[in-house]
Antibody, heavy 123, light 109 residues
């Protein structure tokens, strides 16, 4: 059974930093691309970032470019999101999601999702 | 920039057919994926590559995509189908990225 468990969500002040983690199990983590998707309270889904199986291809939504950094550790079956210069509008539930393919170049779906980590940015 | 347009909400009686649309320029040329999100839960993939179903998804869920509109069809709607539904494509802006529609709230009367 595929399992994705996010952690690291917290209440943080604007301008500060936060690191989210996603622990994966039930599949060969190093063979698949992974993504972060967020959902602000009462709003829709918003893609944040994607990373290919070997970290060779990484992409970001424009609203996080230069502030967030995605990474992965295939030996530890883990995905990370380093969030810097946090803004109030970054407040959201952040989901980790598994791609159906190894690369982020195949127009593939996000086939499994974790339950999310809540990030609240407020002074 | 590319925009995916979904009707914010639809209501359907049990047993009837729900059709949830996702509009975008030349949609038929892009693979479309659909997600179901029930209240308080994570999204679940219900249709991918326009019309394929993941294992475990009932065949009441089907999809199509042509012209400027992709459609998720739910036949014989059940109370348990009440949820938000999102379409998703990949688009190229400065990079090739994931784009979601705004979502459609399906209410089962």
């Amino acid at each position: 059974e595929v399992r994705l468990v996010e952690s690291g969500g917290a209440l943080e002040q604007p301008g500060r930093s936060l690191r989210l983690s996603c622990a994966a199990s039930g599949f060969s983590f190093g063979d698949y691309a992974m993504h972060w998707v967020r959902q602000a309270p009462g709003k829709g889904l918003e893609w944040v970032s994607g990373i290919s199986w070997n970290s060779g291809s990484i992409r970001y939504a424009d609203f996080v470019k230069g502030r967030f950094a995605v990474s992965r550790d295939n030996a530890k079956n883990s995905l990370f999101l380093e969030m810097n210069s946090l803004r109030v509008e970054d407040t959201a539930l952040y989901y980790c999601a598994k791609d159906k393919r190894s690369s982020i170049d195949y127009d593939s779906p996000l086939e499994y999702w974790g339950q999310g980590a809540l990030v609240t940015v407020s002074s | 920039s590319y925009v995916l347009t979904q009707t914010p909400s639809i209501s359907v009686a049990p047993g009837e057919t729900a059709r949830i649309t996702c509009g975008g320029n030349n949609m038929g040329s892009k693979p479309v994926h659909w997600y179901q999100q029930k209240a308080g839960q994570a999204p679940v993939l219900v249709v991918f590559y326009d019309s394929d179903r993941p294992s475990g998804i009932p065949d009441r869920f089907s999809g199509s995509n042509s012209g400027n509109t992709a459609t998720l069809t739910i036949s014989g709607v059940e109370a348990g189908d009440e949820a938000d539904y999102y379409c998703q494509v990949w688009v190229t802006s400065s990079d090739r990225i994931v784009l979601f529609g705004g979502g459609t709230k399906l209410t089962v009367l």
